[in-house]
């Protein structure tokens, strides 16, 4: 990496950092500090505000993109961080249940995720562009981590209106970085000339290329969040207190983060990134697989904690590779279209994870949660084995 694109990689990287933070640390405890609220006594309720969020999100991740294409990637950033600043604040003051649902709806409005994607694309080299995207990839792996740790703290001292207070903030650090940190534009995306763009959905829509990364977030996000309706209860049952959960995902996503910078970048300088990406969709169906084989059983913590480790080996590597691939995919007038597809199925994967895997847990158990998680996997892994890697490009 240049000079110039290791400050455009670590600036966007606090970026997602200071956001995913906001987002993450409100989650182990909302449930249950929502239901401290008025009309909180109604599960139902409570779990439609919490997933707002991302429903919001799934609607709007495509007009952002779209907006960033053509009237420029840092005030559409700005924009969406002023949102999401303006969410946590109505979500801080929410006297009840449902002022609590609107504030994280316009939190959720803030979806930033493509057009911040698309500035990172922008500014470096497809080259470089996966060791990028992965820097932004182990700030979100390691801000879930974190909020782990941090939030039953902070509950505990300030309540869920003074988290929520904490993520505007952290909203605010977020626009400071983007303006006098994040370095400037490439004069090809500056307003001026995107006005004259006009970017084509359908061009995106019918890249087949584009539609397979599209169906992997898919499936990534969905497994990713199905497998925490059955995790957690797994590890309880190997007997570690709920409270005492971040002791094992810390460790194996820090590890698997090392192992995937030692093992992925090295393959990509020699021509093997499509063999990267498909091992890593095969270790996330082994893990399902043998999730599915030990759920009747009463496993040892060691070998969920393994487990666990090369789960986030193949997501991490995915989560690093996925939008490197959809940059070098995607025409340049259509990058934040692209992204913004991407990101839209991304956040749907979260709400049919949460939704289907609970289903699943209470129809078919756990057996049938990871039963189902592997054959996604498996169809993930047939669809994406024609996949062809374009060779890097020197433009920006």
Request: glycine share 10%; proline share 6%.
């Amino acid at each position: 990496m240049t000079p110039a694109e290791r400050r455009a990689s670590a600036s966007l990287a606090l970026v997602f950092a200071l956001r995913m933070l906001g987002l993450f640390i409100v989650l182990p405890v909302f449930a249950l500090e929502a239901a401290r609220l008025p009309g909180g006594d109604d599960p139902a309720r409570v779990g439609f505000a919490m997933g707002l969020y991302g429903l919001t999100q799934a609607f709007l991740q495509m007009p952002v993109g779209l907006a960033s294409d053509r009237y420029g990637r840092k005030p559409v950033i700005v924009a969406g961080l002023l949102l999401f600043a303006l969410g946590s604040g109505i979500a801080a003051w929410a006297p009840d249940l449902t002022w609590l649902a609107i504030g994280r709806a316009v939190q959720g409005a803030g979806a930033i995720s493509a057009a911040v994607t698309a500035f990172l694309a922008d500014v470096t080299r497809d080259a470089v562009r996966t060791k990028a995207m992965a820097m932004v990839g182990a700030s979100i792996a390691l801000m879930f981590a974190l909020s782990l740790v941090l939030a039953p703290m902070l509950a505990g001292w300030i309540g869920l209106s003074g988290i929520f207070a904490v993520t505007g903030v952290l909203a605010l650090l977020a626009i400071a970085v983007v303006i006098w940190v994040a370095p400037p534009e490439p004069r090809e995306h500056r307003p001026s000339d995107l006005q004259q763009v006009r970017t084509s959905l359908a061009e995106v829509l019918r890249d087949r290329g584009l539609l397979r990364l599209n169906l992997g977030v898919f499936v990534l996000h969905a497994v990713q969040l199905a497998m925490w309706m059955a995790v957690p209860a797994m590890l309880v049952s190997a007997g570690l207190a709920k409270a005492d959960h971040a002791h094992v995902y810390l460790p194996a996503v820090a590890a698997s983060l090392l192992v995937m910078g030692g093992v992925l970048f090295p393959m990509e300088r020699r021509g093997h990134l499509r063999t990267a990406f498909l091992v890593s969709i095969a270790l996330i169906g082994v893990v399902q697989l043998a999730l599915w084989a030990l759920a009747g059983a009463q496993p040892g913590l060691w070998t969920l904690g393994v487990l666990l480790f090369v789960f986030f080996i193949g997501f991490n590597t995915l989560e690093a590779s996925q939008p490197s691939l959809v940059s070098r995919l995607a025409p340049v007038h259509a990058r934040g279209a692209a992204l913004g597809v991407y990101n839209t199925l991304q956040s749907v994967g979260f709400f049919v994870g949460g939704a289907a895997g609970g289903w699943l847990v209470r129809a078919h158990g756990a057996q049938g949660l990871f039963a189902a998680c592997a054959a996604a996997v498996l169809v993930w892994l047939l669809v994406a084995w024609p996949m062809r890697v374009p060779p890097p490009a020197n433009r920006r």
